[in-house]
């Protein structure tokens, strides 16, 4: 039985899982943003934001903890020192999954995840948005002050078509 093992197994033995998403791991913290299918990218969301929390705080355990996942030793100094230091006001959510299509050849769908604080030109975008509030459908202020603004011009030109 199955019971409570509710991530995706990706078709793959379990050592060849966890070398597929170390390997993805490491290529993420090094480039930043990889493309993969979308499969493989929730798989990878799930297996590298713990990482970067323990990244937070640096402590040789922490430390330990993470190169026993990745195996790299310019890897843990990447996500250590600059990762580090662009997520460590993040509560979390250190990845974003943008989707890209399907692939040619056997249409599977594709995606690019990256590290959420290096995309400059989204966070210029950010900076720029003006903030603003949920407003409902039913209408509110703004419609009860459009409508009789909207009756005024209707009344004055009825007159001077006579």
Do not use: W
């Not at 692939?103 to 210029?124: S, T, W, Y």
């Amino acid at each position: 039985m199955r019971h409570n093992k509710k991530f995706n197994h990706l078709s793959r033995k379990k050592g060849h899982r966890e070398a597929l998403l170390s390997n993805q791991a490491i290529s993420l913290i090094m480039h930043k943003r990889i493309f993969t299918t979308l499969a493989k990218a929730k798989a990878l969301r799930m297996y590298v934001e713990p990482l970067i929390t323990r990244c937070k705080k640096d402590d040789m355990a922490n430390r330990r903890l993470v190169f026993s996942y990745l195996q790299n030793k310019e890897v843990i100094k990447e996500l250590f020192g600059v990762v580090a230091e662009k997520v460590a006001e993040r509560p979390g959510g250190y990845t974003r999954i943008l989707k890209t299509g399907h692939r040619l050849g056997d249409n599977a769908e594709m995606c690019m995840i990256e590290l959420v604080d290096f995309n400059e030109n989204m966070l210029e975008e950010g900076g720029k948005k003006a903030k603003t509030t949920r407003r409902s459908r039913r209408g509110g202020k703004k419609a009860a002050e459009a409508a009789p603004a909207a009756e005024a011009p209707k009344a004055e030109e009825a007159p001077k078509a006579e």
